[in-house]
């Protein structure tokens, strides 16, 4: 590291006792007094440095579309290419309910609703919660708006907004999509959880393998 980047990384990696941040040695391993800088070696040699104290403190997202950026970035352009009916980030209120959509895509006669959650990978007990607490989050959203679209006016009405002539669709399929591998296979209230690789390996090639198999 260069000399004049040192300091900078101190700061940075650094808690202090006029800061307001919970003591948290995984984050910030290094104490800060008047004058020296305290590590505990066992704790700090275990993190891995990259992950925690450069991303957390930094607020940064790596891979997920920088600060506050979601997986329903990417999805869109995706979507796009097979289908010219999608849009994200879609707010609205219907029959007096208020619904916050990250990604709608209708392709044939099948009507898609992309709840996106994303957070750094778990590396601990209250970290896994917390990523199962937007899981959760995002099966009630899921199911409001599955309640809502399940009266045809009202998904009439959704299309007229988004300005697609389009009739009611056969069915809607709603989504979770996670940045992380812990809860694929999981479904809350009938809302399954995906992986966004694995989303987008079917968003582009229309192909899933399992084993010798593909469907």
Not at 36 to 41: G, I, Q
Not at 87 to 104: A, H, S, W
């Amino acid at each position: 590291m260069a000399k004049e980047a040192v300091s900078a990384a101190i700061d940075m990696l650094s808690w202090t006792s006029r800061a307001s941040e919970m003591v948290d040695l995984q984050y910030r391993p290094i104490l800060r007094g008047q004058q020296d800088c305290l590590t505990p070696l066992n704790t700090a040699g275990a993190i891995n440095w990259y992950r925690n104290p450069g991303l957390h403190a930094t607020q940064a997202r790596y891979g997920f579309g920088g600060r506050g950026g979601g997986r329903r970035e990417p999805l869109r352009p995706r979507y796009s290419g097979v289908s010219p009916h999608v849009r994200k980030g879609f707010q609205t209120t219907l029959n007096g309910r208020k619904i916050e959509i990250d990604v709608l895509a209708r392709f044939g006669n099948y009507l898609f609703v992309f709840e996106c959650k994303h957070s750094l990978l778990p590396c601990t007990l209250h970290e896994l919660r917390t990523s199962y607490d937007h899981i959760k989050k995002a099966a009630s959203q899921l199911t409001t708006v599955k309640e809502l679209l399940a009266q045809k006016e009202v998904e009439a009405e959704l299309y007229r907004r988004l300005g697609w002539a389009l009739t009611p669709a056969s069915a809607i399929i709603t989504c979770i999509v996670s940045c992380n591998g812990m809860f694929p296979g999981l479904a809350i209230g009938g809302h399954p959880v995906r992986r966004w690789a694995e989303l987008q390996n079917v968003i582009e090639s229309g192909v899933i393998s399992v084993g010798s198999v593909r469907f």
